[in-house]
């Protein structure tokens, strides 16, 4: 998949030097945008996120109905970018404990999805299977409510990745019995 060079369309000046940008093909054949003076280049990757499949000692999951854009008022995972100085295990750790109130500690991890953003074009979620360590459940943050919910009484969830943690994480539980709870 060739990069769009509209995608470049945000990046107009230069970030080092204020001098105007240019989108052009790089050795490798790889759409980028450069600056005309320094050349100082703009790359565009996918974001990482970390989600949290938060599991109690009843099998059930938490869900959070989100505050924010994108996608407020619907129903999704705990889940949130990764900062620089964390690991996507600390990512996943931090914001299950400011969306729900809950100290986590990692069971597994259940796999990737790329996804698409409307803000950053593609965003690289990971999936967390998550155990309560500690805490009770609130709302926090980002979150206007937080509930568990068993799996089979799901309210439709808004991201295609957090869709697809349950998914793998349910066909886990169907191979396996309840050995994951
Ligand atoms: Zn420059």
Known sequence: MAI????YNDVK???LCGKPMSVIT?????????CTACGWTKYLN?????ACLIVNDEGKIV???????????EWALPSGY????????????????????????IVQFIDYYMGYSPIYYRVLSMGFQMRIAGGELQAGDDAS???????????????????????????QLE??????K
Do not use: W
């Open 13 to 15: 000046y230069c970030q």
């Open 46 to 50: 996918p974001i990482p996120a970390a």
């Open 175 to 180: 191979k396996s019995g309840d050995s994951l």
């Open 82 to 105: 990764i900062e620089l100085d964390q690991t996507a295990e600390e990512a996943a750790i931090a914001e299950m404990q400011e969306e729900t109130g809950l100290d986590g500690e």
């Open 63 to 73: 869900v959070i109905k989100r505050k924010y854009e994108p996608n407020p008022g």
């Open 26 to 34: 790089d050795r490798e054949g790889k759409t980028r945008s450069r």
């Open 4 to 7: 769009s060079p509209e995608l």
């Open 145 to 171: 409510e937080a509930r568990y919910v068993s799996l089979d009484e799901l309210p439709p969830i808004c991201f295609d990745s957090h869709r697809h943690f349950i998914k793998k994480y349910q066909e």
